[in-house]
């Protein structure tokens, strides 16, 4: 059974940062993404990282610079380090993961590609 198990969200204030985990049981070798969704918002994909991690990530443009994914395949975790947040940031956060070596197959990830889904982790950027 597949299993993606979001943590390290939070409350913060501007301008400090969060790093988001992601522990994946029941899948050896997959592509993952992180995506977010706000309120009265369609869920966006904001990082990918292919199965190997050694291809270029994908970043949305608004968190470019900002937000890092890397992955630790010894302990089948993804992270998602976030610097310098800001209130446009807060949202669900949900990993996702599919069984390809390729995070996308466009040029912005669309969550249909992703087969497995965490539960999503609240992340609250205020002063």
């Known amino acids: 059974q597949v299993q993606l198990v979001e943590s390290g969200g939070g409350l913060v204030q501007p301008g400090n940062s969060l790093r988001l985990s992601c522990a994946v049981t029941?899948?050896?070798?997959?592509?993952i993404g992180w995506f977010r969704q706000a309120p009265g918002k369609e869920r966006e994909a904001i990082s990918c990282?292919?199965?190997?991690?050694?291809?270029?990530?994908y970043y949305k443009p608004a968190v470019k610079g900002r937000f890092t994914i890397a992955r630790d395949n010894a302990i089948n975790t993804v992270y998602l380090q976030m610097n310098d947040l800001t209130s446009e940031d807060t949202a669900v956060y949900y990993c996702?993961?599919?069984?390809?070596?390729?995070?996308?197959?466009?040029?912005?990830?669309?969550?249909?590609?992703?087969?497995?889904w965490g539960q999503g982790t609240q992340v609250t950027v205020s002063a």
């Open positions: 029941g899948l050896s070798y997959y592509a």
């Open positions: 996702a993961a599919d069984p390809s070596s390729r995070c996308s197959y466009f040029f912005t990830p669309r969550a249909y590609e992703y087969s497995h």
């Open positions: 990282i292919d199965a190997t991690g050694t291809g270029t990530p």
